[in-house]
């Protein structure tokens, strides 16, 4: 890397170097970065990477026709657009998506700068060359912004591209959906910054604890604004008086300060078609959708210089803050939780135990794995929680085929869930053991010990909250006994299953020479267990599923056919649950076979 030349026999000072120079060099090192990770992809994880956007092309084609279908449903039997009642509608909805994602993208950007610039090796490196403060920020400020907001454009793009067709919106309005969203998308991700460098340069000590506080705030608050909204009784539901009624509740998302606001008025003037009378031109709606537009740029701008000023100033403050703090002495002896952890473990045998806990402890000392945990299963606690809020009239049909089907996919989307955890948490856990295996050699235990370990670490692990989860969904859809049984059955049978998959899977090809474990699940292995995790689960939910449907269905209608006389339905109700169990065992105990054998052969350089 090198910079503007120096004056002979003097060296540069930082402040002396060419900003643009500097800026090309930057955008050098990431393109040459881009390319090389590029190349990566396709040469060691091209599978996963076609998964990967295969996945993402479905998941953006059934957002867009979910979406689509809503608004035709709107337009169709609800109001045509021009109506008041259609534009109050699409306002709040426009104006609830955006401000939700606008608060994500502040947290989002803000953690994952942090790890960019506090904690990265790359920064350590930068901060040794003549590179000003602010180029290195701006230059994780960038991987951030891409990183915290691809999500953004996965759900947002196909929004706007459905209400755009569903409305006969003008040519100009999809030309403006881009330059929105980017104008956009840069201000809450420069928040965010912002928020990050000074919590760092002011309070780095109790930064953990300020985080923590404001994340338990923001999702109580959220937590509580879906009660209220979904709390009301059934006969009330959907009625003029509660659309009126959660209006007004979300009426702060259209408070005209906030960049959702600018965004969601940009995009809804610009679907507009042209007035037929003549009027003002600042009053068109192309005109007002262009103002919008430049009201998000220039505040994205403004937001790029403030970060940059505070960068400059701020961010060798911050890291030496960081580096330098005073660290707490960890006390020696087990923790409370530790001993807990233990006395539930005492049936298992001595060298198990040890075992467990040693995993149970690395565990508990990663805030990145747990905390991932709690995120998704908590926000699906708060989804089964609410579930019965929408039910339609019992006692007919349609009210038992829903049931049975919100069941059923709350259990699939629990084992989807469950599997992406077992790929990057669990799978590469043999592979870490590599680099420190000599001290697990030194302890008399075999090494079938050790893969048996981890499976019965990972599947008990996984089992309790899974449990409990569909616990809670079965009772707030009050679906009845033996299907409860019935999916507590194919709970254990998909977190056994799925954990003997990702320890199977990574005894028989570890990989002792990586050291991060996303990229050990990144590898062909990984993409092999999430593919066969996937195929499992779907297995697993159809085998357990169809009988139930069929039985409840047999209750719930009049018509008769031997097909759905008690006798058949019993039996296919017991083929199934039995075929489930039989590949459960199947698929239990064929990786950890071979896993264990294979680990047994392994050389340890």
């Not at 998704?376 to 829903?402: E, K, M, P, S």
């Not at 999916?487 to 003997?500: D, I, S």
Request: glycine share 6%; with cysteine; net charge positive.
């Amino acid at each position: 890397m090198s910079f503007a030349k120096p004056v002979a026999g003097e060296p540069t000072p930082p402040g002396d170097l060419d900003s643009r120079r500097e800026a090309e060099l930057f955008w050098r090192l990431r393109l040459t970065e881009t390319r090389a990770l590029l190349r990566q992809l396709m040469d060691t994880a091209r599978l996963r990477t076609l998964l990967v956007i295969g996945l993402s092309l479905f998941f953006w084609v059934g957002l867009f026709a979910l979406f689509y279908s809503g608004f035709v449903f709107l337009n169709n039997s609800i109001a045509p657009p021009g109506e008041p009642f259609h534009a109050k509608t699409v306002e709040f909805v426009f104006h609830l998506f955006f401000a939700s994602l606008n608060v994500m993208l502040v947290f989002s950007s803000g953690i994952i700068l942090y790890g960019g610039l506090f904690s990265s090796a790359e920064t350590r490196f930068l901060l040794t060359t003549p590179a000003r403060e602010e180029r290195i920020v701006l230059h994780k400020f960038q991987e951030a912004t891409l990183f915290s907001s691809w999500g953004f454009f996965l759900l947002a793009s196909p929004l706007t591209l459905a209400y755009g067709i569903s409305v006969g919106a003008p040519w100009h309005y999809y030309a403006l959906i881009g330059p929105l969203i980017l104008a956009f998308v840069y201000i809450p991700c420069v928040v965010g910054a912002l928020c990050c460098l000074l919590l760092i340069y002011k309070l780095a000590h109790v930064r953990l604890t300020i985080v923590a506080i404001v994340a338990g705030l923001s999702m109580a608050a959220a937590a509580a604004a879906v009660w209220d909204t979904v709390g009301a009784r059934d006969d009330q539901m959907f009625d003029g008086k509660f659309f009126n009624e959660t209006v007004r509740k979300f009426r702060f998302t259209r408070e005209e300060w906030l960049p959702s606001s600018w965004l969601s008025d940009g995009l809804i003037d610009a679907a507009q078609k042209q007035p037929e009378l003549p009027m003002p031109l600042t009053e068109t709606p192309v005109i007002r959708s262009l103002l919008s537009l430049a009201l998000l740029a220039s505040n994205a701008l403004m937001g790029r210089l403030v970060l940059t000023t505070v960068a400059g100033r701020a961010f060798r403050g911050a890291f030496s803050q960081l580096e330098c703090r005073p660290r707490r002495t960890r006390k020696a002896g087990a923790a409370w939780i530790d001993r807990l952890a233990e006395w539930v473990l005492t049936p298992f045998p001595p060298t198990v135990r040890l075992l467990l806990l040693k995993d149970w402890r690395l565990l508990r000392r990663d805030p990145v794995q747990w905390s991932q945990f709690l995120i998704f299963f908590g926000l699906l606690g708060l989804y089964f929680l609410n579930v019965d809020q929408f039910t339609v009239t019992a006692g007919d049909i349609n009210h038992a085929t829903w049931v049975n089907l919100v069941s059923f996919l709350n259990l699939a989307v629990v084992g989807l869930i469950l599997s992406t955890f077992t790929t990057r948490f669990i799978y590469p856990m043999l592979s870490l053991e590599g680099r420190r295996f000599w001290v697990l050699g030194l302890m008399p235990i075999s090494r079938e010990t050790i893969v048996w370990s981890k499976f019965v670490f990972a599947a008990l692990g996984s089992w309790a909250p899974c449990s409990l989860l569909i616990l809670v969904s079965d009772l707030m859809l009050r679906v009845e006994p033996l299907v409860v049984g019935i999916h507590q059955l194919t709970t254990v049978l998909l977190c056994v299953g799925l954990a003997a998959l990702a320890v199977g899977l990574g005894a028989m090809m570890p990989n002792f020479r990586e050291s991060s474990p996303s990229k050990i699940a990144a590898g062909f292995g990984g993409t092999l267990n999430l593919v066969l995790s996937a195929i499992y689960i779907i297995v697993i939910v159809a085998l357990t599923a169809l009988p139930c449907h069929f039985k409840l269905i047999a209750g719930s209608t009049s018509i008769t056919s031997e097909l759905l006389s008690e006798e058949y339905l019993n039996l296919w109700l017991v083929l199934g649950a039995g075929l489930a169990v039989a590949l459960g065992l199947v698929t239990t105990l064929a990786p950890l076979m071979r896993g264990v054998k294979a680990f047994k052969q392994l050389e340890f350089a």
